[in-house]
C-alpha cells in the first residue's frame, strides 16, 4: 500500500466533491472513508487509475451518508450527477482547497487547523503541537469548524494571510521529519507566488527555500540530528540558497516588512556565513527583535535568546531566557545549551536530560539524550 500516493491524491478528491456540490464536512468524511476502502482493497486488487477509483468511490460514500438526510430533492439531485467510473480530470486543486478551507466564516485559527487536518493530512497531535495547545483542545477547535462550514458554500475564498499561515504549518511539519510534506508546500507557495504579487508570499517561498537547502546536512547517515553548528555546509544546495536570497532581496526592497520576510532573513544570514564561527549573530539578533515587533509569538523569543547567547555571551542568552515561560517547547534544550556554553556542564546535563524526557519526537529525543551522556562522561568525577 503506498501510502504516499494516498496522501498526495487526497487534496485533489476532496476538491473534486466539493466542486461536484458535497458541503466540506461531508466530501471529507466520505474522502476518508474511501481511503479507508482502498487500504483494504488495494493490496489485493489496486486500481489502474488511483485518483479516478477514490473520485468513484468517495462520490458515492458521499452519496450514500446524503440519503440519509432529509433533503429528499437535493439527494436525487446528486444521485443524477454521478459520475461513471473512468479517469478523472487532471487539475491539480490543492491550492483552491486551501483557500476555500481559509473560509470568512471561521476564524485564522480554525481556518489553519482545519486546512492542516483536511488537505494536509497532519494529525489532530501534530497540529496541536504547533500551536501549543493540548490535543484535546485541539480536537475541539476542528470539530466547531467543522461545523461552521457545512452548511455554508463556499463561494467567498479566505485571504492571503490564513493560507500563507497554513503553508507555513505543512512546511514545518514536513521539514521535521514526521510527514514529509516540506517539497509540496514549496511547490504549492510557488504556484501562489506566480499568480498573486505579495512580498510575503514571496518572503515565505524564500525562507522554505533557505531551510530545505539545509536539509540534505540536517541527519547522519544513522538518522541522528545533526545540530546547525556541526552540519557539511558543502552538502547545502546553494542553487536553492541563491534562488531564496534572490527572492528575500526584491521581496525587502518593497519596503513592506512582513514575519516570513523576517525569517528569511535571519535563515538567509545562516546560509551566507562560511562557517559556523562566522556566523553574523550581531545582525541575527537585530532581525529577531524586527521579528518579535511583529508577531507575538513566544518562540520567536526564545530563538531570539539563543541569538543573544551567540551575540553577546551564554549569560546574556540566559538572561534573555529568564523572561521567558519555562513550559514552551525546548525551553529546557536551550537553556540546557547556553549553561554548556557558560561552562556549568552539571546542570548541562541535567537538562539536557529532561529535555529529552518533553522531546516532540524520537530524533530529537535521542539527540538530547546523547548530549546529556557526552557532557556526562565530560564531567570530573
Given amino acids: 500500500m503506498n501510502e504516499a500516493l494516498l496522501r498526495s491524491l487526497t487534496p485533489n478528491v476532496l476538491g473534486i466533491l466539493v466542486r461536484r456540490g458535497a458541503d466540506f464536512a461531508a466530501a471529507e468524511d466520505a474522502v476518508q472513508d474511501a481511503l479507508i476502502e482502498a487500504v483494504r482493497v488495494w493490496p489485493a486488487d489496486p486500481p489502474r487509475d488511483a485518483k479516478g477509483w477514490l473520485v468513484t468511490v468517495a462520490w458515492r460514500k458521499f452519496l450514500d451518508a ?103 504549518l505543512v512546511f514545518n511539519e514536513g521539514y521535521s521529519g514526521d510527514v514529509d510534506l516540506a517539497a509540496e508546500a514549496i511547490r504549492l507557495t510557488r504556484q501562489l507566488a506566480a499568480v498573486i504579487d505579495h512580498p510575503e508570499v514571496a518572503g515565505l517561498l524564500a525562507l522554505m527555500l533557505l531551510h530545505h537547502a539545509r536539509r540534505a546536512a540536517r541527519t547522519a547517515p544513522d538518522g541522528s540530528l545533526v545540530p546547525l553548528a556541526d ?48 556566523t553574523d549573530w550581531v545582525q541575527i539578533v537585530e532581525w529577531y527583535d524586527e521579528l518579535a515587533g511583529l508577531t507575538d509569538n513566544p518562540v520567536v523569543r526564545l530563538n531570539r535568546a539563543v541569538a543573544v547567547g551567540e551575540a553577546d555571551g551564554p549569560r546574556a542568552g540566559l538572561a534573555a531566557l529568564a523572561a521567558l515561560d519555562d513550559s514552551l517547547p525546548r525551553h529546557t534544550a536551550v537553556a540546557a545549551y547556553l549553561h554548556e556554553r557558560d561552562g556549568d556542564l552539571t546542570t548541562a546535563a541535567r537538562l539536557y536530560a529532561e529535555a529529552a524526557q518533553k522531546a516532540p519526537n524520537l530524533a530529537e529525543r535521542n539527540h538530547l539524550t546523547r548530549q546529556a551522556a557526552r557532557l556526562n562522561t565530560r564531567r570530573p568525577r
Fill in 66 to 168: 446524503t440519503r440519509a438526510d432529509t433533503a429528499r430533492r437535493r439527494r436525487e439531485d446528486l444521485v443524477e450527477e454521478e459520475p461513471a467510473p473512468g479517469p478523472a480530470p487532471a487539475a491539480d486543486d490543492t491550492l483552491q482547497l486551501y483557500f476555500l478551507c481559509a473560509h470568512p466564516s471561521l476564524t485564522p485559527s480554525s481556518a489553519v487547523a482545519l486546512t492542516l487536518r483536511a488537505v494536509g493530512g497532519l494529525t489532530t497531535r501534530q497540529i496541536a503541537q504547533a500551536y501549543l495547545v493540548p490535543e484535546a483542545t485541539m480536537a475541539q477547535r476542528i470539530s466547531r469548524a467543522k461545523r461552521t462550514v457545512s452548511d455554508v458554500r463556499f463561494d467567498q475564498p479566505g485571504d492571503v494571510a490564513t493560507v500563507l499561515r497554513v503553508l507555513y
Fill in 231 to 278: 552540519q557539511d555546509r558543502s552538502r547545502w544546495d546553494t542553487t536553492s540558497i541563491a534562488e531564496g536570497v534572490e527572492i528575500l532581496q526584491a521581496a525587502l526592497a518593497r519596503d513592506r516588512l512582513g514575519e516570513f520576510q523576517a525569517q528569511a532573513a535571519i535563515a538567509a544570514l545562516h546560509a551566507d556565513a562560511p562557517t559556523a564561527e562566522e
